[in-house]
């Protein structure tokens, strides 16, 4: 077991081939079990499940403004070691996915000082993904 408890997270997706291109692909991250309906993700560790589920619309349905950007709602996604955030966009980037908000320094020289960027999966499904210099800031006020 992990030293923290895994997360399980299902999303809706409208075409499993263009999913695997992006989840194995582009993240290179491992497949799981899987169906004709549904894959599972190693989601860094984490069990993210890609569920055909057409939606009427795709993308966020809705922003919040966080820092000076427009923050899709709903989102989800990982705190990553700083190194491996920025490989993470450089392989985005070479894969040339677009960005909702590129990599940056949020809140800069305040206590949650991070790294983020914001892109969508194929589905248009929301991901953020973070990096702290120092993670037990996470919380922090």
Do not use: C
């Amino acid at each position: 077991m992990a030293d923290k408890p895994s997360f399980h997270l299902a999303i809706p997706v409208d075409d499993l081939a263009e999913v695997r291109k992006f989840y194995g692909g582009v993240l290179g991250l491992a497949e799981g079990r899987s169906s004709d309906m549904w894959v599972d993700w190693n989601f860094y560790g984490h069990q993210l499940v890609t569920h055909v589920a057409p939606r009427a619309t795709t993308g966020p349905e809705a922003h919040n403004p966080v820092d000076g950007h427009q923050v899709p709602v709903p989102h989800f996604g990982l705190v990553l070691p700083v190194p491996d955030f920025h490989e993470l966009a450089a392989k985005l980037r070479a894969a040339t996915i677009s960005f909702v908000i590129e990599p940056y320094v949020r809140f800069e020289g305040e206590p949650g000082e991070q790294w983020t960027m914001f892109f969508l999966d194929p589905a248009g499904n929301a991901i953020e993904i973070k990096a702290f210099q120092d993670e037990s800031r996470l919380f922090a006020k």
